[in-house]
């Protein structure tokens, strides 16, 4: 015989199984539906404000990953003419090293004090100047195509042993050099159309041009080793250095002494024979600043 | 010929310096000296030099490039007072990895510099600069003579 207590127990637990079926089956129902349809939680997100984030967040990847390209674009700039003509300068140096034979140990003469002195006397003030000596006549003198208010000069120290010059002398070299400069006559031999564009452009997806480059060094020692100045730029730097050194006559004078022993030593010195194919010429230059007799 | 020269000039400068040099070095014994950072500098050229002795024709002890840190010690004696042995007021003795030399102070700045080949890596890297001219671009900076004229006043 079953006791009646079974009976009563197992109808209890049915009826408990029933109620918690009851209680859970509507609720299972949603969950699934909540699933289903994601546009019931849109406005949530909305309300939340996690749509905005999300697009803000993506925004910044896309922001960082353009700053990443351009950075990565950049690497390939070809520097612009404020920078440019200082570094090529130097390369010319760097490349020429053994002809021009600036690697050599030298006395301290102190150019620069004097040099620096000399053009605070003509009233030019902040400039920085870079002088190289080289054991080496090959090219005398000259002032290479630099930066804003930099100067690069290259002298010859055979040339200043051979003639004997006192540092007012040297300054006067360099002084002309440093006009020649100004007026820009260097710069616009080298600089070229194709050079022109080439700087401050950017290089990216295509092949460095180094023909560019070493074709444009090239017209460095084309100017300084054979072609030279023309005759029309010699005569105007002259006419300038005339100009400014009038106000001071002892100096206009040591500088007429100086052409006089320049000319001297090139007609003279089998070494120095090239330097008037470079600046043309000491003797005219003399003519062009001594005065002219009046006819009477 | 009236003319003074720069030649004898400098001649009787370099006797000068040598004769102050045997003076002053003799006078100081090494272990008399100590050496402590004064703070970090970095080198401001496209390439330079570490001399084993502030002269620009001393060996040289290695090459940094722009932008390359260094230490900057001062040698003080004793009783605590820094000492500037004469011809070295232009350079700077500075620790650069396991070398200990001298670096022209014109050459060395506070801050660090807007340097060319980090400007314009790609086009440096298109020069196909080789050992030789890096060592000559080193050597440039070491024979530069460098000045600037004065701001008007």
Known sequence: ?296 | MGNYSVQMESLMKRILFFTLCLFSYSAISADAVKKSMIGVKYFSEMMGNVHQNPSRYSQVLTTISCNHPVKVMKEVSKDGKEMIFFGENNWNLVTVGPYEGYVMSDYLSDKKNECFEEQYPKFFDGLNLDINDLYYWARLYDQYVQGKSKVRQ
């Not at chain 1, 922001?63 to 090529?88: C, G, H, I």
């Not at chain 1, 003509?122 to 100067?151: C, R, W």
């Open chain 1, 1 to 296: 015989m079953i006791p009646a207590k079974f009976f009563l127990l197992i109808s209890a637990m049915l009826l408990f199984t029933g109620t918690l079926l009851a209680e859970s089956g509507p609720e299972k129902k949603e969950q699934g539906k909540d699933l289903l349809d994601f546009s019931s939680i849109k406005d949530i997100i909305k309300k939340d404000g996690l749509e905005g984030e999300l697009k803000k967040k993506q925004d910044e990847k896309r922001k960082y990953l353009d700053a990443q390209k351009l950075k990565e674009m950049r690497r390939f700039n070809v520097p612009t003419q404020d920078v440019f003509w200082s570094f090529f300068s130097e390369l010319w140096l760097v490349k020429n090293a053994t002809s021009l034979k600036w690697d050599i140990h030298k006395p301290d003469f102190e150019l620069e004090k004097a040099f620096t002195a000399f053009l605070e006397s003509q009233g030019h003030f902040e400039k920085k100047i870079k002088i190289l000596l080289m054991d080496s006549t090959e090219i005398v003198h000259a002032a290479l195509p630099s930066n804003d208010n930099e100067y690069i000069f290259i002298l010859s120290l055979p040339f200043i042993r051979t003639m004997d010059l006192s540092k007012v002398e040297i300054s006067l070299i360099l002084f002309e050099d440093f006009v020649r400069i100004r007026k820009g006559y260097f710069k616009n031999y080298v600089l070229d159309k194709e050079l022109e564009n080439f700087l401050g452009s950017n290089f990216n997806g295509k092949p460095f041009d180094k023909k560019l480059i070493d074709s444009h060094l090239k017209k460095y020692s084309t100017l300084l080793f054979e072609k030279g100045f023309t005759f029309q730029e010699q005569f105007e730097t002259t006419k300038e250095i005339d100009v400014l050194l009038k106000n001071d006559l002892k100096m206009w004078n040591t500088y007429l002494t100086l052409l006089e022993k320049i000319d001297n030593l090139t007609k003279s010195n089998a070494l120095y024979k090239k330097y008037n194919q470079i600046y043309p010429s000491p003797e005219l230059q003399l003519n062009w600043l001594k005065p002219k007799k009046s006819e009477l």
